[in-house]
Structures are given as C-alpha cells and as structure tokens.
C-alpha cells in the first residue's frame, strides 16, 4: 500500500479519473523534452496495435524537468497519427504526469515506486517501463514486453537487444554471469531501462523494505529482477532487436557499477538462502531471438583502459588489501606489470576478483561504496582483455566466449560460498 | 387530449414503434390487427408517448415483414380493413397520439401489380417503372446490403428475360425515380394517407432511390431533388405533417437529408446507437462523444431520432472494423445473434436483463438530442428469441399478462404468427405488462416516470448541448439549455461506483435540482462540483438560479 505522503493529492486526483486498468506504461522522466514527444506516440500506437480494446494508461514520473517534458507527456495525442496510421482507439487512452521532485536530481528509485504505486492503485493486469532514452523505440515493443503478461500470465518479461559485441561489456562480463551462476536463471538484461511485469509482482514487490533504505536505493531495476527470480514469478525474456541509445555515456562507469553491481552485491546478503543452495543454471524462455551480435568496427581507446588498469592497481593497493586475498591481489599486481601487447586478465581470475569483492561488500571491510569505485579499474582490465580477445570474433564465437565465462562463475561459486561462510 | 398543435410537434414527442401484428389479437386468428391496438390505446397514452410509427400494415406477401408492399392503398386482411384503421386513427388523435406510418419508397414486392405488368413485357406502359438491364453489370459500384442473403443486386427475371435492379431482396425490385410518373404515383400514394389524417411518413430506404453508373448509387444529389419534391407538396398541401428519413448513413452524409429545412423533418442518427452500447461495454464516453462532435448541425425546423432498439437488428454498418469487432465479441457471442451487419437482439437481453443498464441507456436515449423512439416491449424488458430466422426474433408477440399466449391472443398457442417468448428470463409469465403494471418499482412504470420528467421540460426536446470532459472518462455528462432554462446530465457508464468533478463554474450560484425526486443539491460555488454516482447511475439536474 502507497503511503499517504508519497504520492501528491494531484496525482491520487488523476489516478482516481482514469480508474482501473489493464495495462499501465510507466515513463520515467528528467528533461527528455527532445524525445519523449515522439516516445509517447510510440507507445500510444503500440497500444492500440497490440492491445486495442484493453484500458490503458501512460504514467509519466518526472524528475522535476525544466525542459516541459511531463507537458509533452499528456499533450500528445494519438490522432496526431490517425491519418497515417490507420488506428483508432475505441477508449480514452489518458496520459497522466506527476512530478516526484523538485530537485535536479532524477531518481530511479523514486520514479520507479511511483510507477508501480500507481500500478497497484489501478489494479493494472499488465506494466511496462519505457525508457525515453532509447533512440529506436518501436510500437511493437509494447506488445513484446506486455504481451507473454496480458495473454500467457508471465509475471516478469526482460529485454534481449542486438547489440555490438562490444557494447553492454558490464553485463557480459559480470552482471549476466554472476547473476546466472548465483540464482540459477539465464537472464541476459538483468536490468534494462524497459522491461514488462505483472501487477502482481508490482505489488509485491512494492511492500518490500527497500524504499527507504538509502544504500539499496539504487539499481532498483535489477533488484526488481532478482526478486522476481526469489519470488519464482514467471518470467521470460522477448527480442526487441537493435537498440540505440541516445547518447552514450561512457565515462559513467562508477554510477553504472553502483547502480548494477552495488545493487546485485546489496541483494546477496538478503538472498543468500536462496542463492546458495542453487547449482548450475537453467534457460529462460525467450521469445524470438535469444540475442543479436552486431559486428560493425569500433574505435576503443585500448590504451587508455590498460593505463586506468593498471594506475588503479597500483594506486588503489591499500584498499585492495582490505578487499581482495593476498593471492588474488599478487597476481593483479602481476598482470597490471605485463607488457601491453602481453596484458589478459584471466577468466578465473576476474571470477575470483568478482567473488572476493562481493564478500568484502557483505563484510563491509571498508565503505561499500569505495569497494565499487575500487572494482572500476579491474573492470576496465577485463574489459581490455575481452575485446583483445575478441577483435576479430565471430558472433558465434564471441557468444561461446561469453558462455565460457559464465561456466567459469558457475564453476567457481563454491568459492563464493566458502569466503561468504568464512565471514560469517 | 387534444393533439399538440405546434408546427414542431416531433421535437418534443416521444415515439413508439410497433408492428399491428405484433401488439394484440382482437379476433383470435393469432395476428395482431387494428383493433387489437386500438384497444390498448390507453396502455400506450399511459406510458406517455405522443406518436406511434407503425410498421407496414399493407398488403403482402410478407417475405420481408410487410416492406414488401403489394398495395400501398389498402390494409393487409389480417391486420383490418380500411375501416379500421380510420378508427384507430381517430381513437390515437383522441388520445394526443400522432400516427407515423410506413412509405417503403424504394422498392415493390415483386407481387405488386405495377411489377407484374413491367415485367410482362418490354412495351408495357409500366415498363419503365422499374430498373431493367440486359446485363448484370450496370451499377457495380453498389454494395450489397443483404450480404448473408443476396448475391448481386441484380435478378434475373425469366418472364421478360431481363435483370431487374434490387438494393434489398431479390422480390423486391427498386422503382424507378427517374420517371416521373413513379414520382407522381408516390405523391398519390401519400396524399391518400394524409388526407385520412395520417400525421408523419417514415421513408424506408431512402439513400437508394436512384442510381447512377460510377457512383455507389447512394445519397446521390438526383435522390434528394425526388425528396424535395416530396417535400414540397406535403408542405404546400398538408402542413404540419412530418416526414422522417431512413438512411443508416454517417451524419456527414446524413446531413443533405435536411436540405435547408426542406427536405426531412427529421432522420435517425443510426450511428450514435451502437456507440452508446459500446460506450457503455468500454466504461468509456469516448465514442458517443466522438460520434457526437461528427455530428453536424441541422436546421432548427430539423431533428435527429434516436433509437436503442428497433424491428432490424442492431446495425453494426456505421462503425469501424475495429469497432465492429468489438460489439460482435461484446453482444453477440453466439453466431446465431449476428445477422447481416448487425446484432439481432432486443434491449433487455444485449444488457444482460440488467435493469440499472436498462435505466441508464433509457436515460440517455430520453436526455440527448433528438426524439427519442422507444421499441414495443422495451418498456417492460422484453427478451427475445434467437432460433426465429432472420429478424423475426426480436417480432414476437408483445407480453400483455400471465394468461395463455401472454394475453396477446386467444388463438391456440401454435396459431400465433410467432411463437411467444417463453424462457424462464423473458417469457410472458415473468415479464409482462399487467404484472408490472401492479410493482410501484417495475420498469414500466419507471419508463412512465421518465417520459413525464423528459416531457416536463422542452429542454430535452429542442434544447441545445454542450459536452463537459470531467477527468473521469467513465462520466459522460452534458448541458442541455434551451432559452434560460438549462439542465445538467450526468451519467455513470461503469459498472462500479465513480467520484467526477464537473467545472460549473458558468452557472456559479445556481442550485441544482434533481429532476426526478425534485431534491436540492448543492449550490454551485467556485470550486469542482463533486459527485458520486453509483454503478450505472444518472442524474439529471434542472439548473436554478434562486
């Protein structure tokens, strides 16, 4: 249940108008005034496309833009597109706006529990999340991400993309491994900005204690994700195809690792009877592709990320003391001295790294915020070796590769369980 | 009661439509007749409606329910002679009930003797009377309307060994509009009935009159100067009469139909209907608004006729495919329900005998713009019976009593023209006049109640409207205003209890007063008016500024 001072009397007074509801679109906003004109009236047309009898409703949660976004929200109007397109909705398709903040700061966090108290509040069968970010969004999105929900009664439905074998290296090389050798379901976007869920999943996981505690506030997407798996809510993943983000961020590194692996490592300590009694992994239904590897050239400043590697090691060694054991430390130190054109980071060692890290965080050893900034530089270091590795593979081989390491995760996990008991 | 003399009498009337055939038998032959409804005149002054529209009375075959018409001067034998019918007409003015009749226009039975002589050969005087054609080709622009049962809207006749023209079915071949001598002859046939004191026509089929090779042959500009023409004779010779236009059109195209005030008096708005079921299935006003904004605006002499149910099946032609889908999947999940383009099922059953669901649509028919027509046995939620082929389910006998044949016949039961309705929902022991007649809450007198409250007020009749959008989509509510005198409407269209804020804020310090039990609510003031209506609820609220 929503708690009396979080959502405004304005948006109760809103959501009271559009009354129950079968499918609720969520659309975290902050200063998307470019593109969420356009993002709106791709969902308005995926709806009535792939759902146009069903009562429907966008919630837009902004994070106090200054740009107009929640005005372009509720002021598109599908039949702005009736002409071309040919649809016509038979409802009234409302499109409603709440500011959560006043603040510049958007919150993930906040905007997604907005969302999903609305959820429960329209008792709305089927939810999914947009994001106004992604550059490509395409109607049919809605009826992959909403669809195995409204008709086949799946509880969570996450993305697949095609993407560039070098893009989303987070999640090849840590957060899909470690998340499929720990809980035992192959999800490959364990967080994704767009995702589908059922309303009652939405429910559940709203009552959860997480909104308040300040150091789980953040990758609340992949929290969302991991209680599905512990809840065993039905889940499945859907093939979206090719996705362009709008602008790339890539010196964003230290967010994204708090926002994904701060949040995964945060889950651990309250998942652990669940995790720890997991062996091996299994498939999870996917609709269409499971993937796409695209394989374009890329320019990557390789140099770079060796020179962060390595300063980071050599910089960052009293606080890799406190993190990492003394053999797992000896031979980073080892590797970060290699010649350039000799640097790898070995697969097992980059599982053990990962491992050691995540009971350190459970140990607190020191704040757990410096141990996520700390892993930034080793990452990069995996990073490096995996498109070394990787230059001239093949999608095939590029998925084989990936399929290694996470057996290397799954092989490795006693290893976990053994430094996790012997902090206990 | 004498007959309200004003020129636009049919702006304020209720109307009540019904079939001689159907209403009572007063000599045991099982068919309805004339003085079977002149005997329950009183039932229908009672329930307060000004006009009755009857259905064709005239002799037939009646291979299409009488608008197959073999003689357009004489009264069907079964039905009464002449004779009676004048009485029935005397006995309804007596009353301050108007008589609308039939003019099936466009088209004969093929028993019709002008048609037996047009097609007895090609030099027949009557030849042209009719549309004849060497070839089946002529015309392909047209629809077919009876796609369930007509192939081509060609026949092949095999006395002159020709294709006749027909837009309906096949024994009913179109007249030819382009000789004046059927214009004249139609001319003939309306002054016969007008001078007997007949009040109103209704024009069956009248998009169709004449054809053109590369039109649709429908709505075309040489149809309308044929109805002009009409019109101008009527008013010339018999004014205050009223002609009604059927044409299940979209209301841009319906719009020509009224000329300047010259043409009809008034045409159904055969959209607006199966949007207010859908509206009410959706939880949604979104399409009777929308349908509402298409609407054209009509002379003032002019008025839109509203119906929820008629004797046709709930035509589904003036909706979208999507739309159609819908009402199919919504109202008639069973095959056996969908005739045509349409539905084929009376009030009641579409609404799962839901009386709140009844009350509302009721409500809205009564409360926007036009006159409202009300279907014989609606009144008391008469159910209908699907295994009866083509429409004829919706035709049953109307269910007077308890008695056998529900008192609408002494004929044994399988003389009836139809079988009466029997389940154990709808049948005549469960749902019929003399039992509710004696329930103070039955719907019948419920129905009474509303055509009092509706004809308490010429607002409804004539007044203007304009929509409010409160937030809550599930409110369709609206302002019908006619001089100083303006009138709140508010209906619930969901299932479950709604909070709506109105902006009143135009007619701040009125109060408003409830229309049915005349209770005060409160005044309006600067901020929303709130209220909270219960599932299926309305309200209508006379705005007074004391």
Same mark, same amino acid.
């Given at each position: 249940?929503?708690?009396?001072?979080?959502?405004?009397?304005?948006?109760?007074?809103?959501?009271?108008?559009?009354?129950?509801?079968?499918?609720?679109?969520?659309?975290?906003?902050?200063?998307?005034?470019?593109t969420?004109?356009?993002?709106?009236h791709?969902?308005?047309?995926?709806?009535?496309?792939?759902?146009?009898?069903?009562?429907?409703?966008?919630?837009?949660?902004?994070?106090?833009?200054?740009?107009?976004?929640?005005?372009?929200?509720?002021?598109?109007?599908?039949?702005?597109?009736?002409?071309?397109?040919?649809?016509?909705?038979?409802?009234?398709?409302?499109?409603?706006?709440?500011?959560?903040?006043?603040?510049?700061?958007?919150?993930?966090?906040?905007a997604?529990?907005?969302?999903?108290?609305?959820?429960?509040?329209?008792r709305?069968?089927?939810?999914?999340?947009?994001?106004?970010?992604?550059?490509?969004?395409?109607?049919?999105?809605?009826?992959?991400?909403?669809?195995?929900?409204?008709?086949?009664?799946?509880?969570?439905?996450?993305?697949?993309?095609?993407?560039?074998?070098?893009?989303?290296?987070?999640?090849?090389?840590?957060?899909?491994?470690?998340?499929?050798?720990?809980?035992?379901?192959?999800?490959?976007?364990?967080?994704?900005?767009?995702?589908?869920?059922s309303?009652?999943?939405?429910?559940?996981?709203?009552?959860?204690?997480?909104?308040?505690?300040?150091?789980?506030?953040?990758?609340?997407?992949?929290r969302?994700?991991?209680a599905?798996?512990?809840?065993?809510?039905?889940?499945?993943?859907s093939?979206?195809?090719?996705k362009?983000?709008?602008?790339?961020?890539?010196?964003?590194?230290?967010?994204?690792?708090?926002?994904?692996?701060?949040?995964l490592?945060?889950?651990?300590?309250?998942?652990?009877?669940?995790?720890?009694?997991?062996?091996?992994?299994?498939?999870?239904?996917?609709?269409?592709?499971?993937?796409?590897?695209?394989?374009?050239?890329?320019?990557?400043?390789?140099?770079?990320?060796?020179?962060?590697?390595?300063?980071?090691?050599?910089?960052?060694?009293?606080?890799?003391?406190?993190?990492?054991s003394?053999?797992?430390?000896a031979?980073?130190?080892?590797?970060?001295?290699?010649?350039?054109e000799?640097?790898?980071?070995p697969?097992?060692?980059?599982?053990?790294?990962?491992?050691?890290?995540?009971?350190?965080?459970?140990?607190?050893?020191?704040?757990?915020?410096?141990?996520?900034?700390?892993?930034?530089?080793?990452?990069?270091?995996?990073?490096?070796?995996?498109?070394?590795?990787?230059?001239?593979?093949?999608?095939?081989?590029?998925?084989?590769?990936?399929?290694?390491?996470?057996?290397?995760?799954?092989?490795?996990?006693?290893?976990?369980?053994?430094?996790?008991?012997?902090?206990? | 009661m004498?007959?309200?003399?004003?020129?636009?009498?049919?702006?304020?009337?209720?109307?009540?439509?019904?079939?001689?055939?159907?209403?009572?038998?007063?000599?045991?032959?099982?068919?309805?007749?004339?003085?079977?409804?002149?005997?329950?005149?009183?039932?229908?002054?009672?329930?307060?409606?000004?006009?009755?529209?009857?259905?064709p009375?005239f002799?037939?075959?009646?291979?299409?329910?009488?608008?197959?018409?073999a003689?357009?001067?004489?009264?069907?034998?079964?039905?009464?002679?002449?004779?009676?019918?004048?009485?029935?007409?005397?006995?309804?003015?007596?009353?301050?009930i108007?008589?609308?009749?039939?003019?099936?226009?466009?088209?004969?039975?093929?028993?019709?003797?002008?048609?037996?002589?047009?097609?007895?050969?090609?030099?027949?005087?009557?030849?042209?009377?009719?549309?004849?054609?060497?070839?089946?080709?002529?015309?392909n622009?047209?629809?077919?309307?009876?796609?369930?049962?007509?192939k081509?809207?060609?026949?092949?006749?095999?006395?002159?060994?020709?294709?006749?023209?027909?837009?309906?079915?096949?024994?009913?071949?179109?007249?030819?509009?382009?000789?004046?001598?059927?214009?004249?002859?139609?001319?003939?046939?309306?002054?016969?009935?007008?001078?007997?004191?007949?009040?109103?026509?209704?024009?069956d089929?009248?998009?169709?009159?004449?054809?053109?090779?590369?039109?649709?042959?429908?709505?075309?500009?040489?149809?309308?100067?044929?109805?002009?023409?009409?019109?101008?004779?009527?008013?010339?010779?018999?004014?205050?009469?009223?002609l009604?236009?059927?044409?299940?059109?979209?209301?841009?195209?319906?719009?020509?139909?009224?000329?300047?005030?010259?043409?009809?008096?008034?045409?159904?708005?055969?959209?607006?209907?199966?949007?207010?079921?859908?509206?009410?299935?959706?939880?949604?006003?979104?399409?009777?608004?929308?349908?509402l904004?298409?609407?054209?605006?009509?002379?003032?002499?002019?008025?839109?006729?509203?119906?929820?149910?008629?004797?046709?099946?709930?035509?589904?032609?003036?909706?979208?495919?999507?739309?159609?889908?819908?009402?199919?999947?919504?109202?008639?999940?069973?095959?056996?329900?969908?005739?045509?383009?349409?539905?084929?099922?009376?009030?009641?059953?579409?609404?799962?005998?839901?009386?709140?669901?009844?009350?509302?649509?009721?409500?809205?028919?009564?409360?926007?713009?036009?006159?409202?027509?009300?279907?014989?046995?609606?009144?008391?939620?008469?159910?209908?019976?699907?295994?009866?082929g083509?429409?004829?389910?919706?035709?049953?006998?109307?269910?007077?009593?308890?008695?056998?044949?529900?008192?609408?016949?002494?004929?044994?039961?399988? $003389?009836?023209? %139809?079988? !009466?309705? /029997?389940?154990?929902v709808?049948?005549?022991?469960?749902? *019929?006049? &003399?039992?509710?007649? =004696?329930?103070?809450?039955?719907?019948?007198?419920?129905?009474?109640?509303?055509?009092?409250?509706?004809?308490?007020?010429?607002?409804?009749?004539?007044?203007?409207?304009?929509?409010?959008?409160?937030?809550?989509? $599930?409110?369709? %509510?609206? !302002?019908? /205003?006619?001089?100083?005198?303006?009138?709140?409407?508010v *209906?619930? &269209?969901?299932?479950? =209890?709604?909070?709506?804020?109105?902006?009143?804020?135009?007619?701040?310090?009125?109060?408003?007063?409830?229309?049915?039990?005349?209770?005060?609510?409160?005044?309006?003031?600067?901020?929303?008016?709130?209220?909270?209506?219960g599932?299926?609820?309305?309200?209508w609220?006379?705005?007074?500024?004391?």
């Amino acid at each position: 249940m929503a708690e009396e001072s979080f959502l405004t009397d304005d948006f109760l007074r809103q959501l009271m108008n559009v009354g129950e509801v079968d499918i609720l679109v969520g659309l975290p906003t902050h200063n998307n005034a470019k593109t969420v004109g356009s993002i709106v009236h791709t969902i308005q047309t995926g709806i009535l496309r792939g759902f146009p009898r069903a009562r429907a409703v966008i919630i837009n949660a902004d994070g106090g833009s200054r740009d107009g976004t929640p005005e372009l929200v509720t002021g598109v109007s599908i039949d702005d597109a009736r002409p071309a397109s040919n649809l016509y909705a038979l409802r009234t398709l409302h499109s409603i706006s709440t500011k959560y903040a006043n603040s510049s700061q958007p919150s993930n966090k906040v905007a997604f529990r907005t969302i999903l108290a609305a959820a429960e509040l329209l008792r709305a069968k089927a939810c999914v999340v947009m994001s106004p970010e992604s550059a490509n969004v395409e109607p049919e999105w809605l009826s992959k991400l909403l669809g195995p929900i409204y008709h086949d009664d799946f509880d969570l439905v996450t993305p697949t993309y095609s993407r560039h074998k070098f893009e989303g290296l987070l999640i090849t090389n840590l957060l899909y491994p470690m998340t499929r050798a720990l809980y035992g379901v192959r999800i490959r976007e364990t967080y994704s900005p767009e995702f589908g869920f059922s309303g009652r999943l939405g429910t559940q996981f709203l009552g959860q204690n997480i909104w308040t505690d300040a150091t789980n506030g953040t990758g609340v997407e992949l929290r969302f994700t991991l209680a599905a798996i512990t809840g065993k809510f039905r889940i499945c993943q859907s093939f979206l195809g090719e996705k362009i983000q709008i602008e790339r961020r890539s010196a964003d590194l230290v967010p994204a690792l708090r926002q994904t692996v701060g949040a995964l490592f945060s889950a651990l300590e309250p998942d652990f009877p669940v995790w720890s009694v997991v062996a091996g992994s299994e498939p999870t239904l996917t609709n269409e592709a499971d993937h796409g590897v695209l394989l374009e050239p890329l320019r990557i400043n390789r140099k770079r990320l060796r020179e962060m590697f390595s300063t980071g090691v050599a910089e960052l060694e009293s606080v890799f003391q406190s993190i990492l054991s003394p053999a797992t430390l000896a031979e980073l130190q080892q590797i970060a001295r290699l010649r350039d054109e000799d640097f790898r980071y070995p697969t097992e060692l980059w599982v053990r790294t990962v491992y050691e890290f995540a009971a350190s965080y459970q140990k607190s050893v020191i704040s757990r915020d410096h141990i996520i900034q700390a892993l930034a530089p080793l990452f990069r270091g995996k990073a490096l070796t995996f498109l070394t590795e990787n230059r001239n593979a093949s999608a095939e081989e590029i998925e084989n590769n990936i399929e290694g390491l996470c057996r290397e995760f799954e092989r490795l996990k006693p290893y976990l369980l053994q430094i996790w008991k012997s902090s206990e | 009661m004498p007959l309200n003399r004003t020129a636009l009498w049919y702006k304020d009337a209720i109307i009540y439509q019904v079939h001689v055939r159907t209403f009572h038998d007063s000599n045991g032959d099982g068919i309805g007749d004339f003085q079977g409804l002149n005997g329950k005149l009183d039932y229908l002054q009672e329930l307060g409606i000004d006009a009755i529209w009857l259905m064709p009375f005239f002799p037939s075959p009646l291979r299409d329910d009488g608008y197959d018409i073999a003689d357009y001067n004489a009264v069907h034998p079964t039905y009464g002679t002449l004779d009676d019918f004048r009485k029935f007409l005397e006995s309804a003015h007596e009353r301050g009930i108007r008589v609308i009749i039939e003019l099936v226009s466009n088209h004969t039975s093929d028993q019709h003797p002008w048609f037996q002589e047009s097609r007895s050969s090609r030099d027949n005087p009557r030849r042209d009377w009719y549309v004849w054609s060497d070839t089946d080709t002529r015309y392909n622009g047209a629809r077919i309307i009876f796609l369930d049962t007509e192939k081509s809207n060609w026949a092949w006749d095999p006395i002159s060994k020709s294709f006749y023209w027909h837009r309906f079915f096949s024994h009913q071949p179109d007249l030819n509009y382009d000789n004046p001598a059927v214009r004249e002859q139609m001319w003939e046939v309306m002054k016969f009935w007008l001078e007997m004191g007949v009040d109103a026509f209704r024009l069956d089929a009248v998009p169709y009159l004449v054809e053109r090779e590369g039109t649709n042959c429908e709505n075309l500009p040489e149809t309308h100067e044929v109805l002009k023409e009409l019109r101008r004779r009527l008013d010339e010779s018999f004014p205050g009469r009223m002609l009604l236009a059927e044409a299940n059109q979209w209301p841009a195209d319906l719009r020509p139909y009224f000329g300047d005030g010259d043409e009809f008096h008034m045409a159904f708005h055969f959209p607006l209907m199966p949007r207010m079921f859908m509206g009410l299935k959706l939880e949604d006003r979104k399409p009777i608004t929308e349908i509402l904004h298409q609407t054209p605006e009509i002379p003032s002499s002019c008025q839109w006729s509203l119906f929820l149910r008629n004797h046709d099946e709930l035509t589904l032609e003036m909706v979208t495919d999507v739309e159609r889908d819908y009402m199919y999947d919504s109202y008639a999940e069973s095959k056996m329900m969908r005739l045509n383009l349409g539905i084929r099922r009376r009030l009641a059953p579409l609404l799962a005998n839901d009386r709140r669901r009844i009350e509302l649509m009721n409500g809205m028919l009564m409360s926007l713009p036009g006159t409202p027509i009300i279907y014989y046995g609606d009144e008391i939620g008469m159910g209908d019976n699907i295994n009866l082929g083509d429409r004829n389910g919706v035709r049953t006998p109307m269910q007077w009593s308890g008695e056998t044949n529900g008192g609408f016949s002494t004929a044994p039961p399988e $003389r009836l023209y %139809a079988p !009466i309705i /029997q389940d154990p929902v709808y049948g005549y022991q469960a749902v *019929n006049v &003399l039992r509710q007649k =004696a329930s103070e809450h039955s719907l019948i007198n419920w129905m009474r109640t509303i055509t009092g409250v509706r004809k308490s007020t010429g607002v409804f009749g004539r007044g203007s409207i304009e929509f409010l959008y409160p937030a809550n989509h $599930r409110i369709l %509510a609206f !302002i019908r /205003q006619l001089g100083n005198e303006a009138v709140l409407v508010v *209906n619930n &269209l969901s299932s479950s =209890a709604q909070a709506v804020e109105l902006d009143l804020r135009r007619y701040k310090g009125n109060i408003l007063i409830e229309m049915f039990g005349k209770n005060i609510f409160p005044r309006v003031g600067d901020l929303p008016y709130l209220l909270t209506m219960g599932p299926y609820q309305f309200y209508w609220f006379r705005l007074r500024r004391i």
